[in-house]
């Protein structure tokens, strides 16, 4: 089976600038991760949807990050305007359950440089 | 509050000798325990998970971890290392029931011929 995909790879932006991440899960996912994960750290939940209602987003900084998931199948997560601090990979991750099943599948990230 | 801790930032071994990855956790209640592996430029790779049964879990690529609830710790084992294996090593928990996990802050493996 095709695995979690993630666009861009990399993406160098200036602070104050905006930028765009996409992901389309395994298909058949019900739920959708978007983690960032900051150099020498573990990752961290951004936000979780379950097809496409949002079921966590309690860490995410809702000023400037924003995240949709249309029609339960791609998502998209947003960064307006970028902070030095937003560097960081961002990784999509998909469960094929739709609640308490942690994600087994993770894509390979975007890597975000705040310039 | 969930936590997990890898007390260490890197674990050096020789190839052929065996090697542990150490995590400890923190939850309420029972857990789900994870790792996952790192390679570089990649995103995280599955590697076994622990929900309930038997306390040695085996995973993939020869990996296994054991489950110690009085110890709350959930150490990565292999007993013959690669140099292949090289690579950051990620420890996950989730509460039961809960999608989320949550990460330690990994420990960086270098396995040397």
């Known amino acids: 089976e095709a695995g979690v995909a993630q666009s861009p790879r990399y993406k160098i932006i200036e602070k104050r600038q905006s930028v765009a991440f996409w992901c389309n899960p395994i298909?058949?996912?019900?739920?959708l991760y978007w983690y960032q994960q900051i150099l020498g750290q573990g990752p961290k939940l951004l936000i979780q949807?379950?097809?496409?209602?949002?079921?966590?987003d309690s860490q995410l900084p809702k000023d400037r990050f924003s995240a949709e998931r249309l029609k339960g199948v791609d998502s998209t997560l947003k960064i307006q305007p970028a902070k030095l601090e937003d560097s960081a990979v961002y990784l999509c991750a998909s469960s094929l359950r739709e609640t308490g099943q942690p994600p087994l599948h993770f894509g390979n990230g975007t890597r975000l440089t705040v310039t | 509050a969930q936590s997990v801790a890898q007390p260490e930032d890197q674990v050096n071994v020789a190839e052929g000798n065996p090697l542990t990855v150490k995590c400890t956790y923190s939850v309420s209640g029972n857990p789900y325990l994870f790792w996952y592996v790192q390679y570089p430029n990649r995103g995280l790779q599955f590697l076994l998970k622990?929900?309930?049964?038997?306390?040695l879990v085996k995973g993939s690529y020869g990996f296994e971890a054991e489950f110690n609830k009085s110890q709350t710790s959930f150490h990565l084992k292999k007993p013959s290392a690669l140099v292949s294996d090289s690579a950051l090593y990620f420890c996950a928990v989730s509460a039961i029931g809960q999608g989320n996990l949550i990460f330690g802050k990994g420990t960086k493996l270098s396995v040397k011929p």
């Open positions: 949807f379950q097809n496409n209602g949002v079921v966590d």
């Open positions: 622990y929900i309930t049964g038997d306390n």
């Open positions: 298909s058949g996912h019900a739920t």
